[in-house]
């Protein structure tokens, strides 16, 4: 399935350039298209504080077909009224005509700072200079220019039969999806049953995306998309699955592993659920803990604020503790052992050898059912701290 070097999905096309929505001269202006209309899927935020760009997008993708996505980086315009909405409106509507599409055929995202208004003369003036078509390809530009306090671009691509899928990912900080995740684009050659694509996008957004969590904080722009233009032919609706499913872990775990001043990624593995619903529900309460993300940054061996976490889940009442077993990589440390100690003593000692390495895995399994999830998330940081108390200023 895999490809060592697998190239762009043939017909999509990418522009990049900076607008001057941050002051640092970055790009922070993107135009993902297909140069032919696409079978579209796509999950968003529920935050009840949504921007515009989520609005509009939403509208768009209700007929299953688009042709593509502006994204604006470091400006959220969220919570701008009436005035973000007719600037959010305008610029897609300009950048559509820029690439031969009607308006409700493209997609805009935008995240960044909450509150503030979009630099409308700048942004005119660059969406103006658009020369049709793009360049194909350039994927690894759109990666980097839709971060915002990323530190580093986040692209996987794989070959999947004839076709080939790439996606692109940004997101380390207001992190707890809803049905999507921060910004998120798939684009592929592959020609599927629009039905099934959907169907396919939403199991494995549920499996990935929506298991990953960094501070607990729902995004107002959440969106996760997937373009499907068809170019290299039908494709095994299994094999396209997990493909994407690849590429999505990926971006998980570096999106977890890059979360805001963190230093670590967390995996909480829980098994013997009563269903996965609960499994999920307990690995968020555990990854979400900040007692844990201390811990796991200091590597500290306190085991206990696992079990603390677990019993937080109060109305899970098939949760019995003299039947749970809590582990830290291969090292079980509850139920207790008994012994003296010294026991004790070597027990902390392998958890805290665990927890000096890059990739923390905690392992719940509740003896209930046979249920299971994983989440991904990352310690908590004086980095956390100190980017999030000066992120305007």
């Known amino acids: 399935m895999s490809d060592s070097a697998p190239q762009s999905p043939r017909g999509f096309v990418v522009h990049t350039a900076p607008v001057g929505l941050a002051d640092d001269g970055r790009d922070d202006f993107t135009v993902l298209a297909s140069t032919v209309p696409a079978a579209v899927s796509a999950v968003f935020t529920r935050s009840r504080f949504a921007g515009p760009s989520v609005r509009l997008s939403r509208e768009a993708v209700a007929d299953g077909r688009a042709r593509g996505v502006v994204v604006l980086a470091r400006n959220a315009n969220v919570a701008t009224g009436r005035e973000g909405e007719d600037n959010a409106r305008?610029?897609?509507?300009?950048?559509?005509?820029?690439?031969?599409?009607?308006?409700?055929?493209?997609?805009?995202?935008?995240?960044?700072?909450?509150g503030r208004q979009y630099p409308m003369p700048a942004i005119r003036e660059h969406v103006g200079t658009l020369a049709w078509p793009f360049p194909e390809g350039g994927f690894d530009r759109a990666a980097r220019a839709i971060m915002t306090t990323d530190t580093r671009p986040k692209e996987v691509r794989v070959r999947v039969g004839g076709a080939t899928l790439v996606g692109i990912a940004k997101g380390v900080g207001m992190?707890?999806?809803?049905?999507?995740?921060?910004?998120?684009?798939?684009?592929?050659?592959?020609?599927?049953?629009?039905?099934?694509?959907?169907?396919?996008?939403?199991?494995?957004?549920?499996?990935?995306?929506?298991?990953?969590?960094?501070?607990?904080?729902?995004?107002?722009?959440?969106?996760?998309?997937?373009?499907?233009?068809?170019?290299?032919?039908?494709?095994?609706?299994?094999?396209?699955?997990?493909?994407?499913?690849?590429?999505?872990?990926?971006?998980?775990?570096?999106?977890?592993?890059?979360?805001?001043?963190?230093?670590?990624?967390?995996?909480?593995?829980?098994?013997?659920?009563?269903?996965?619903a609960q499994a999920k529900r307990v690995g968020k309460t555990v990854v979400n803990s900040p007692l844990v993300k201390t811990a796991v940054h200091g590597c500290d061996p306190n085991w206990g604020r696992v079990a603390m976490a677990i019993g937080k889940c109060s109305e899970d009442t098939d949760i019995d503790q003299e039947k749970v077993a809590i582990r830290f990589g291969e090292v079980e440390v509850y139920p207790p052992r008994g012994g003296d100690d010294l026991d004790e003593d070597a027990l902390r000692a392998a958890v805290?050898?665990?927890?000096?390495?890059?990739?923390?895995?905690?392992?719940?399994?509740?003896?209930?059912?046979?249920?299971?999830?994983?989440?991904?998330?990352?310690?908590?940081?004086?980095?956390?701290?100190?980017?999030n108390s000066e992120y305007t200023t």
Request: with cysteine; charged share 30%.
């Open 90 to 114: 305008e610029v897609r509507a300009a950048v559509a005509a820029a690439v031969g599409a009607a308006e409700d055929e493209l997609l805009i995202a935008s995240t960044g700072v909450i």
């Open 175 to 276: 992190m707890e999806p809803d049905m999507a995740t921060l910004l998120t684009f798939f684009a592929t050659d592959a020609r599927l049953d629009p039905a099934e694509q959907d169907r396919i996008f939403r199991r494995v957004m549920d499996r990935t995306f929506n298991a990953v969590s960094i501070d607990t904080d729902t995004s107002t722009s959440d969106t996760a998309v997937l373009f499907a233009n068809g170019l290299a032919g039908d494709v095994d609706p299994e094999e396209f699955e997990r493909a994407l499913d690849e590429v999505a872990l990926a971006l998980v775990k570096e999106i977890a592993s890059d979360g805001e001043g963190a230093t670590k990624l967390i995996e909480v593995r829980v098994t013997g659920a009563r269903d996965t």
């Open 352 to 387: 805290a050898e665990h927890l000096k390495g890059d990739e923390v895995v905690i392992g719940i399994d509740l003896a209930v059912a046979d249920g299971a999830f994983t989440v991904y998330g990352c310690d908590l940081t004086e980095g956390y701290v100190r980017l």
